[in-house]
């Protein structure tokens, strides 16, 4: 059964409320952006406060700071006059629970979705595959504070980011709600 109908209902409710947001101004009124993970336990709105219009919130798998991501933080700044970047990750994150070798083979023996259980993601489809995983970096986790570190790092060592721009970094606690900075991060992130 499809979640169609449901969201174009919450939709109509939603636009039947929508009133002055539909002239927010196009760059974000609180001049910040956060570089998150698209896990659904996440709501970056709720975590830092956010209203429609406030901030840009850049999601993927993970959180981590890929070329898209550098290319929308990229714009942030230079097109939308953002001044400070978070990069938050989460704790009991997905891209924890298998490598690139992982995904890769998964993907090659089937494309139908694994199953995981405690040792880890299987396949329960059948084939065809494909060998197209093996050209992505999946960017995968082995070590949470160290993957925002990282990020933090490639950030801020981008040659299109500028030195001026902060760059914080916090993992998010899916069990009690709370940002947990990571002091390394936040000083590689730091203004030049």
């Given at each position: 059964m499809s979640v169609l109908p449901e969201?174009?209902?919450?939709n109509d409710t939603y636009a039947?409320?929508?009133?002055?947001?539909?002239?927010?101004?196009?760059?974000?009124?609180?001049?910040?952006?956060?570089?998150?993970?698209?896990?659904?336990?996440?709501?970056?709105?709720?975590?830092?406060g956010l209203s429609e219009g406030d901030a840009h919130v850049?999601?993927?798998?993970?959180?981590?700071?890929s070329d898209d991501a550098i290319r929308?933080?990229?714009?942030?700044?230079?097109l939308l006059g953002t001044k400070e970047w978070f990069v938050i990750h989460h704790s009991d994150c997905g891209m924890e629970f298998f490598t690139d070798e992982v995904i890769r083979g998964l993907l090659a023996n089937s494309l139908e979705t694994a199953a995981l259980d405690e040792t880890g993601f299987h396949d329960?489809?059948?084939?065809?595959g494909s060998q197209e995983a093996a050209y992505i970096d999946w960017l995968t986790i082995?070590?949470?504070?160290?993957?925002?570190?990282?990020?933090?790092?490639?950030?801020?060592?981008?040659p299109l980011v500028p030195a001026r721009i902060p760059i914080y970094g916090y993992v998010y606690d899916v069990t009690t709600g709370r940002?947990?900075?990571?002091?390394?991060?936040?000083?590689?992130?730091?203004t030049a």
């Open positions: 969201v174009l209902a919450a039947a409320e929508f009133g002055e947001r539909g002239s927010l101004a196009l760059p974000p009124a609180r001049g910040f952006a956060i570089l998150t993970c698209m896990d659904a336990r996440l709501d970056p709105a709720k975590y830092a850049i999601r993927n798998a993970g959180g981590r700071a929308s933080l990229v714009i942030s700044y230079k329960v489809g059948t084939g065809p082995s070590d949470q504070a160290g993957a925002v570190v990282d990020d933090v790092r490639r950030i801020r060592n981008h940002l947990v900075e990571i002091p390394e991060a936040t000083k590689v992130g730091a």
